[in-house]
C-alpha cells in the first residue's frame, strides 16, 4: 500500500491491530464485536464493514462517530485517548448506539515537511481528491496530446481551478483558498532563459494549494442561566454558567476530553 501510494493510487487499507504509521493505512482495533448472535473475536472479522463505512462517508464530512446501529457489544479500551493518539480507529460503545471513534489514521510520525492532518481520515481524502484528478486529467487530456505551448499550460490550469473551485462549493476546501499556478520557482531553477521565453522544453511546472477543512468533531456549549432572588429593597440577580464537553477521545488537531474538563474547571472556579 505504501509503495502504491507514491503513484496515482489513492486507496487505503484497512487491515487490524496494524500500527503502519502511515496515512495510506487505517488501524482497526477492536475485539469482541456483538452483532446479533455472532461475536467476532477479532476486529480482522469485521474490516469489511469499516471500510464500507469510510469509502461511503462523503468528502466535506468525517467518519468519527459514524453509527454503527447494528453493534450492541465491544470490548472497552481502558485509555481511549491514548490508543486514538496512538493511530488506532476504535469502536465507542457508551451506552448509545456504538460508533466509530475519532476517525484517525495510522499515521503517529510527523516529519518536519510533513502536516498533522496526516493523522485524520478526511483530510488525507480531500487531498488524494486533488492529487488524483490532477494525475488523471493531465493523462488522459495532455500528457504527450499537445504543445507544451503558455495557451496550452494555461488551459491546463483553468481546468484544475475549476475542479478546485468545486471543492470549495461542496465545503471540502476553505472558500477563495485554493488555486492553481505555474510554479515558478522550478521554472527559473530549470533555465532563467525558460522564463522570458516561455520554454520549458517537455517539462510543466504546476502548484495546486488550497485550505482543506475539516469537520466539526470537538464542541464546548455554553449553558446560561439567571437567578432572581428578591430582598426588601433590591433584587440579586445570580448568574453562572455550565460547560458541556463534547470532545472526541484523542487529541489529534484538537483537545483531549481531559483538557476540555479541565479547561471547565478553571472557568467555573
Given at each position: ?115 498533522q492532518a496526516l493523522k485524520k481520515i478526511k483530510m488525507v481524502a480531500a487531498v488524494d481528491l486533488i492529487r488524483y484528478y ?68 517537455s517539462h510543466v511546472f504546476i502548484r495546486l494549494f488550497g485550505y482543506v477543512l475539516d469537520a466539526m468533531e470537538d464542541f ?50
Amino acid at each position: 500500500m505504501k509503495e502504491q501510494r507514491k503513484g496515482r493510487y489513492i486507496g487505503k487499507a484497512v487491515p487490524p491491530d496494524t500500527a503502519a504509521d502511515h496515512e495510506g493505512i487505517i488501524n482497526f482495533t477492536a475485539s469482541n464485536i456483538k452483532v446479533g448472535a455472532t461475536t467476532y473475536e477479532t476486529g480482522g472479522k469485521y474490516t469489511s464493514r469499516i471500510a464500507g463505512i469510510l469509502t461511503g462517508t462523503p468528502a466535506d464530512c468525517s467518519a468519527t462517530y459514524a453509527p454503527l446501529p447494528e453493534v450492541t457489544g465491544v470490548d472497552t479500551i481502558e485509555d481511549a485517548d491514548a490508543a486514538i493518539n496512538n493511530g488506532k480507529l476504535i469502536l465507542i460503545n457508551d451506552g448509545r448506539p456504538a460508533k466509530l471513534g475519532r476517525a484517525v489514521t495510522s499515521k503517529t510520525t510527523v516529519a518536519d515537511d510533513e502536516t498533522q492532518a496526516l493523522k485524520k481520515i478526511k483530510m488525507v481524502a480531500a487531498v488524494d481528491l486533488i492529487r488524483y484528478y490532477a494525475l488523471t486529467t493531465i493523462e488522459d487530456n495532455y500528457q504527450g496530446k499537445c504543445s507544451n505551448t503558455y495557451d496550452n499550460k494555461c488551459i491546463l490550469l483553468t481546468a484544475l481551478r475549476g475542479y478546485l473551485k468545486e471543492l470549495e462549493n461542496g465545503d471540502v476546501l476553505l472558500e477563495k483558498s485554493s488555486g492553481a499556478e505555474l510554479d515558478a520557482n522550478r521554472i527559473k531553477a530549470l533555465d532563467n532563459a525558460a522564463v522570458v521565453k516561455e520554454d520549458t522544453g517537455s517539462h510543466v511546472f504546476i502548484r495546486l494549494f488550497g485550505y482543506v477543512l475539516d469537520a466539526m468533531e470537538d464542541f464546548a456549549v455554553v449553558l446560561a442561566s439567571w437567578q432572581c432572588e428578591c430582598k426588601e429593597d433590591y433584587i440579586w440577580l445570580k448568574f453562572w454558567t455550565q460547560l458541556w464537553y463534547g470532545a472526541v477521545p484523542g487529541a489529534v488537531c484538537g483537545w483531549t476530553a481531559s483538557r476540555w474538563q479541565s479547561a471547565t474547571a478553571a472557568r467555573s472556579s
